[in-house]
Nanobody
Framework: QMQLGESGGGLVQAGGSLKLSCAAS????????VGWFRQVPGREREFVAG????????YYADYAEGRFTMSRDNAKSTMYLQMNSLKPEDTAVYYC????????????????????WGQGTQVTVSS
């Protein structure tokens, strides 16, 4: 099992930027795809972005495409989510997660694909 911990959340005005980080420990980070999800009260947790194990492939939710960039540094066992042009509707708790399978060929996007989760970090975008 992998332990994950997010940081970098906070309060930002609409149009601003934030960069989230997620540090991993335990299971081999470099062998698994990782992803970011978000959740607001009363709604299901939704996929934001994912990156495969070697960082060569990324996939974004439609609302994140062009505004958010996900990356990873396997040497530091850390993943990142750069969020630009933030909107009030981006307000949510953001979670990082690690794939339950190693060396998956495609970027996983389903909640069920992920076995390890961080505790979440709050992102609030004011209008």
């Amino acid at each position: 099992q992998m332990q994950l911990g997010e940081s970098g959340g906070g309060l930002v005005q609409a149009g601003g930027s934030l960069k989230l980080s997620c540090a991993a420990s335990g299971r081999t980070f470099s062998s698994v795809a990782v992803g970011w999800f978000r959740q607001v009260p009363g709604r299901e947790r939704e996929f934001v972005a994912g990156i495969n194990w070697n960082g060569q492939n990324t996939y974004y939710a439609d609302y994140a495409e062009g505004r958010f960039t996900m990356s990873r540094d396997n040497a530091k066992s850390t993943m990142y989510l750069q969020m630009n042009s933030l909107k009030p509707e981006d307000t949510a708790v953001y979670y990082c997660a690690a794939d339950r399978r190693a060396f998956r060929a495609v970027v996983p996007i389903s909640l069920l694909d992920f076995a390890s989760w961080g505790q979440g970090t709050q992102v609030t975008v004011s209008s």
